[in-house]
């Protein structure tokens, strides 16, 4: 079975810089989506970032970016320029492209941004 | 266009009570998954539904149940709530075949 691991908790960044949020996986398929969704107060997941396993490219998004290493199963999202609006849960995610299953998500890091 | 719906956004139910929660998915959309977000904690995956049928299932009990209509549009029902079944409930649709899923704002299901 496929497992997600967020290890961060909690982290915090100050308006303007940049933070990185941390996401490991473990699969056995070669081919699967990783997707970074986040969670405000208001409760509904959005979509920040998808990435095609396939894609040796890191997707990028505006201020969004992620670090994809195939081989370490490793998925970190990078958030520049913080904006107050960035602070939230944010979750990790894998579906596999071979069974079009659905998602696991990972138990998510709560993000904070300082005025 | 509008997104995915879900009704109703809070419920509170007693202990041994039946519930049926609701989801309308976005436009277009013929795959709708629910999934059980506890406090504090990641969504867990409950089941999915496609052409009516339940296509894939979680780790979840019988008390879990769904069905999805021929408009795509689908409910969740739980019976005999326990306490631990208090959690936000959240639906999420797709196109079969496409990468990524839109998630509903929720269903905040309070067991007393």
């Known amino acids: 079975a496929q497992t997600v691991t967020q290890s961060q908790p909690e982290m915090s960044v100050q308006e303007a810089e940049t933070v990185t949020l941390s996401c490991t996986y473990d699969?056995?398929?070669?081919?699967?989506?990783l997707f970074w969704y986040k969670q405000p107060p208001s409760r509904q997941m959005i979509l920040v970032i998808r990435?095609?396993?396939?894609?040796?490219q890191n997707a990028t998004e505006n201020r969004f970016s992620v670090n994809f290493q195939k081989a370490a199963k490793s998925f970190s999202l990078k958030i520049s320029d913080s904006q107050l609006g960035d602070a939230a849960m944010y979750f990790c995610?894998?579906?596999?492209?071979?069974?079009?299953?659905?998602?696991?998500f990972g138990a998510g890091t709560r993000l904070t941004v300082k005025p | 266009d509008a997104g995915v719906t879900q009704s109703p956004t809070h419920l509170i139910k007693t202990r041994g009570q039946q519930v049926t929660l609701r989801c309308s998915p976005k436009?277009?959309?013929?795959?709708v998954s629910w999934y059980q977000q506890a406090l504090g904690q990641g969504p867990q995956f409950i089941f999915q539904?496609?052409?009516?049928?339940?296509?894939q299932r979680g780790n979840f009990p019988d008390r879990f149940s769904g069905h999805q209509f021929p408009n795509y549009s689908s409910e969740l029902n739980v019976n005999a709530l326990l306490l631990g079944d208090s959690a936000l409930y959240l639906c999420?649709?797709?196109?079969?075949?496409?990468?990524?899923?839109?998630f509903g704002q929720g269903t905040r299901l309070t067991v007393v």
């Open positions: 999420a649709s797709r196109r079969t075949g496409v990468a990524e899923a839109f």
């Open positions: 699969t056995s398929e070669s081919d699967y989506y």
């Open positions: 990435q095609e396993a396939y894609k040796q």
């Open positions: 995610a894998y579906r596999s492209a071979i069974h079009d299953n659905d998602m696991r």
């Open positions: 436009s277009g959309h013929d795959t």
């Open positions: 539904y496609y052409e009516e049928e339940e296509r």
